[in-house]
């Protein structure tokens, strides 16, 4: 079973910037896109980025031009540097990403369980 890992999340003045970082762990198979989505409180989730396999990543436009989605394949990891943050972009941040499960013959969501990240004003 694979398991997804958050860290890098914690409290952050206006301005400011923040590094998530999330590992996928266990029988790895193969990962297709890898994201990271957020939940601000009385809000439903939403995509924050997404990035292939290949490498090429879409942003929400709320976080384009200030956040940076990369993944290293080698090691099953994203990362999501996030700088000139605001105060909008409270909100608990999730790991996402597609493995391949042999049982399904196909690609699976999974999630990891959150970290938080407030931007304070």
């Known amino acids: 079973q694979v398991q997804l890992v958050e860290s890098g999340g914690g409290l952050v003045e206006a301005g400011g910037s923040l590094r998530l970082s999330c590992v996928a762990s266990?029988?790895?198979?193969?990962?297709?896109?890898m994201g990271w989505y957020r939940q601000a409180p009385g809000n439903q989730r939403e995509l924050v980025a997404r990035?292939?396999?290949?490498?090429?990543?879409h942003y929400a436009d709320s976080v384009q031009g200030r956040f940076t989605i990369s993944r290293d394949n080698s090691k099953n990891t994203v990362n999501l540097q996030m700088n000139s943050l605001k105060s909008e972009d409270t909100g608990v941040y999730y790991c996402?990403?597609?493995?391949?499960?042999?049982?399904?013959?196909?690609?699976?969501?999974?999630w990891g369980q959150g970290t938080l990240v407030t931007v304070s004003s």
């Open positions: 990035i292939t396999n290949g490498g090429r990543p």
């Open positions: 266990g029988t790895i198979y193969a990962i297709n896109d």
């Open positions: 996402y990403a597609e493995n391949f499960e042999v049982d399904r013959a196909g690609y699976v969501g999974i």
